[in-house]
């Protein structure tokens, strides 16, 4: 068998799209991606092709680059390119020996087209576990006003409303009244205005809303029963709704609150598993998903709130010698590497570089592993920037006119060259390798980051780290 060819899409910046291609690398894939201009992935030297991500004709040219890269995979991070490969297997037809080859490699990819209705909902895919067994909260897809009155006649009290294609924490909002709960039903349910789509446009560089504005697309709304708790993870590699390996979190600190994790402990989790076994064979998915779950304070039960139909900023993380791109690279035939982690299994790991972005404060009072991608000092450096959506004079106007911390904020030059001292005197992760860094390593790593960072003299320590 020839080398296996991966193909990472993704029409977000985050920066888990482009971990997860350096894992896959690692695993001797040969990895290629389509994206938008100024993401991370756009650094890295080992991919093979990099294609442009079209909010005007994303179909076409999601589907143009899979043609050109006829991978054996691939792996959507986003919930966009999620639904974008589900309406690429719809539009496909019977007769086309090319578009027999596209839905045979969607469905390889994310699964049984059966399970895509309910993969791609909130509502439906938790009543439908439920009836398996999995615990979720009480919830309901909202038509109108009316459904929520509903709703609050029989649970007054908090609740949560979600809209659909949601992912992050944005589209939530925890509300406490009927009012409240009517004005985000209102504010959700609406087509994108223009002048939001128009400010996301210009400031974030990202023309996807403005798209999606043009098109007035509607979206859809749920109500979910408020869980007083803290938040947990897994994220699952899968083939033909069977689990292949797994990597659960509990979520120490998340952006903003509500937000995606920044800092979790990795552990051992039966119930969650459990859960993702059930999940996966209901919607018979392959390749790779995320669970959300709320743990309750006052029970310590494990609440499902969401499935995340793609891979999720858990995918980077090894754990026990292995992590989930070894899975399948194992599953397609490959040979995947053992890779070496810590003896504490049960470790508290800092996600690069968004802790470093909303756990400033934390991390400084908190010795934490940090997964520094340090053997991809190019990766490092463009991480450790301000986010490319952000570089733009027109982003840096309203940086300064307007609190906008969706980002995180950008640490000035003196507490950037702080916590990072501190930080690289503690063992980090390069790529599932538990290792100290050496302050010649992280002057090489940031060197290209320029105004963003400047790393002071640091001589090295006799253990390895360096100290100021």
Not at 342 to 359: G, K, S
Request: aromatic share 6%; glycine share 8%; proline share 5%.
């Amino acid at each position: 068998m020839g080398q296996l060819k991966i193909f990472i899409a993704t029409t977000t910046w985050w920066p888990s799209a482009a971990r997860l291609a350096v894992a896959f690398h690692g695993h001797g894939a040969a990895v290629s991606a389509i994206c938008p201009h100024g993401h991370p992935m756009r650094v890295l030297r080992s991919l093979r092709a990099v294609h442009a991500y079209s909010a005007l004709a994303p179909l076409d040219t999601l589907a143009r680059a899979i043609r050109q890269e006829t991978p054996d995979l691939i792996v959507p991070t986003d919930d966009r390119v999620v639904a974008h490969l589900h309406a690429l297997h719809a539009s496909a037809t019977a007769h086309d020996p090319d578009s027999i080859a596209l839905r045979a490699l969607i469905e390889r990819s994310l699964g049984a087209p059966a399970g895509f209705s309910l993969s791609g909902t909130r509502d439906r895919l938790l009543q439908a576990v439920q009836a398996d067994g999995v615990r979720v909260p009480a919830g309901r897809s909202i038509a109108g006003v009316d459904d929520l009155r509903a709703w609050f006649a029989a649970r007054p009290g908090r609740c949560v409303i979600k809209t659909e294609g949601s992912w992050g924490g944005s589209g939530v909002s925890v509300v406490h009244t009927l009012a409240d709960a009517e004005a985000a039903f209102l504010a959700m349910s609406q087509p994108l205005t223009l002048r939001r789509a128009v400010r996301i446009l210009l400031f974030d560089g990202d023309p996807f809303p403005f798209v999606q504005c043009l098109r007035r697309e509607r979206r859809t709304v749920t109500v979910q029963a408020f869980i007083e708790g803290r938040q947990a993870n897994i994220m699952a590699a899968c083939r033909d709704g069977h689990l292949l390996d797994t990597l659960s979190v509990d979520v120490l600190r998340a952006q903003n609150g509500i937000g995606a994790a920044t800092v979790v402990r990795m552990v051992d989790c039966p119930e969650m598993e459990a859960a993702a076994a059930i999940v996966a064979r209901r919607v018979g998915a392959s390749g790779l998903f995320g669970l959300d779950f709320m743990i309750e304070t006052a029970t310590g039960l494990y609440y499902l709130i969401e499935m995340n139909p793609r891979a999720t900023q858990l995918g980077h993380l090894a754990r026990r010698g292995r992590d989930l791109a070894a899975a399948l690279v194992a599953a397609l035939g490959g040979t995947p590497r053992i890779v070496a982690t810590p003896t504490d299994e049960d470790q508290v790991v800092a996600l690069f570089p968004q802790a470093l972005r909303f756990e400033a404060d934390w991390l400084e009072r908190n010795r934490t592993r940090i997964d520094v991608p340090i053997d991809q000092p190019q990766l490092t450096a463009e991480l450790l920037r301000r986010p490319w959506t952000k570089r733009s004079p027109l982003a840096r106007i309203e940086g300064w006119l307007r609190d906008n911390d969706a980002n995180g904020k950008v640490l000035s030059q003196r507490r950037a060259e702080t916590l990072l001292a501190k930080l690289a005197s503690q063992p980090m992760e390069a790529s599932g390798n538990s290792t100290t860094i050496s302050g010649r390593r992280w002057r090489n790593a940031v060197s290209s980051c320029g105004a963003v960072i400047s790393i002071p003299r640091w001589r090295s320590s006799q253990k390895g780290g360096f100290t100021s």
